[in-house]
């Protein structure tokens, strides 16, 4: 009876991994490039939104990523749209986000927003909520906002603690 169990067991796991899609290869190559990033000396902010999330579309507003972009030119931002179909680059441009040189923006090619299949991690780090905001210096996550809005001036604070010879 046990190695009747052990082998039911060890089927069930064999069916739920085929079950499952295997990953899309674009998945891998923002990931890979977004992870390449992260590794320089310089302050890296990787913000990940969708054009659809509330949260996302407040964070827009004055005061917002536009004029954090502006304030930080030597830190590199890096947007990435995840669970939407829809890039976001029209509205992120209606918004003054977009055209700065210490911005890079990428969408995350997995759509799906609830459910299975939905992105639930990146960089083996979990992505629970959007939006989620990560503060990182040579390959090191020094900060996560990983629950809906960012506070603008906490996030400036990070960054600056982030950049700070301590934070070595």
């Not at 739920?16 to 310089?42: K, M, R, S, T, Y």
């Not at 960012?150 to 960054?159: D, K, M, S, V």
Request: net charge neutral.
């Amino acid at each position: 009876m046990k190695k009747l169990l052990r082998l039911g067991l060890g089927l069930t796991g064999a069916v739920v991994a085929w079950a499952q899609p295997p990953p899309h290869p674009g998945w891998l190559l923002v990931e890979e490039e977004v992870a390449a990033a992260v590794q320089g000396p310089q302050v890296t902010v990787v913000h990940f939104w969708a054009p659809w999330c509330p949260n996302s579309l407040a964070e827009l507003g004055p005061g917002g990523w536009a004029a954090l972009l502006a304030a930080n030119r030597d830190v590199t931002f890096i947007f990435v749209t995840v669970r939407s179909a829809d890039d976001g680059g029209a509205l992120l441009a209606a918004h003054g986000v977009g055209p700065q040189g210490n911005l890079v923006r990428r969408q995350h090619p997995n759509p799906v927003r609830k459910g299975p299949g939905s992105l639930q991690s990146f960089m083996d780090l979990p992505v629970t909520w959007v939006p989620t905001t990560w503060v990182f210096r040579e390959g090191q996550l020094r900060y996560a906002l990983n629950y809906g809005e960012a506070r603008f001036p906490l996030l400036q604070q990070l960054i600056q603690d982030a950049a700070a010879a301590w934070a070595h």
